[in-house]
């Protein structure tokens, strides 16, 4: 069984593991260097202080296999109805559903938190996981930038997928 629930500050240790892998082997994030534990904890501060979700998926032994949050897309406050998604699973758990019921949940809490758009911003174009992930949550394509990084002696795309919650831009949004 799987148990999707809010993230806990203890459960930053495995979050970090599983996002240090991705970071150093994987092409989803144009990080190159992991981030270390202090930055890890800020960055899920930062999310929570703008009352949006951190997410955790575990398996019934309480072993942590994903993680996922949503923030602002861009710092500036006209952005604040407009979120980014971050999904990463335990390489040894993907393929199994995980990542989409972190994002599955993850939508529904950034709805419920009054967010409009739900923007994936996805490293490399050959990135088929991240791609098929959202394609089956409900996203759409929204373009292609070409050669945007360089890791791993290759030039690496972004694919920008977006999703509208809620009424979207038929009303305005509700300020907190
Ligand atoms: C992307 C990622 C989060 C997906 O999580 P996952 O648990 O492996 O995905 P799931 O098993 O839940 O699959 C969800 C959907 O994506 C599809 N999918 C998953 N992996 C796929 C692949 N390699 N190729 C094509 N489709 C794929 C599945 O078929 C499924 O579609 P369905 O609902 O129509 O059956 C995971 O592979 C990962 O951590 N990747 C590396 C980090 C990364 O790129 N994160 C995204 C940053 S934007």
């Known amino acids: 069984m799987l148990n999707i629930r809010p993230s806990q500050a203890c459960d930053l240790p495995a979050i970090a593991a599983i996002y240090r892998h991705h970071v150093l ?12 534990a202090q930055e890890m904890a800020a960055r899920r501060e930062d999310v929570l202080s703008k009352e949006l979700p951190y997410l955790i998926a575990e398996d019934d032994a309480g072993r942590l296999l ?9 710092p500036r406050p006209a952005y604040r109805f407009s979120a980014e998604d971050s999904v990463y699973v335990l390489d040894s758990a993907r393929g199994q559903g995980v990542g989409r019921r972190l ?18 911003v996805i490293g490399d174009s050959a990135n088929t996981g991240s791609i098929g ?44």
């Not at 994002?103 to 994936?120: P, S």
């Open 133 to 176: 992930l959202h394609r089956s949550t409900g996203f759409v394509p929204a373009g292609t930038l070409r050669s945007m990084g360089w890791k791993f002696g290759r030039w690496l795309d972004i694919v920008l997928m977006e999703k509208t919650l809620g009424t979207g831009d038929r009303s305005p949004p509700v300020e907190k």
């Open 66 to 74: 994903g993680f996922a949050y949503a923030n602002w897309f861009k």
């Open 103 to 120: 994002l599955q949940a993850l939508v529904t809490d950034c709805e419920a938190a009054g967010v409009r758009k739900l923007l994936a």
């Open 25 to 36: 082997y994987g092409t989803g994030t144009f990080e190159t260097d992991p981030p270390s």
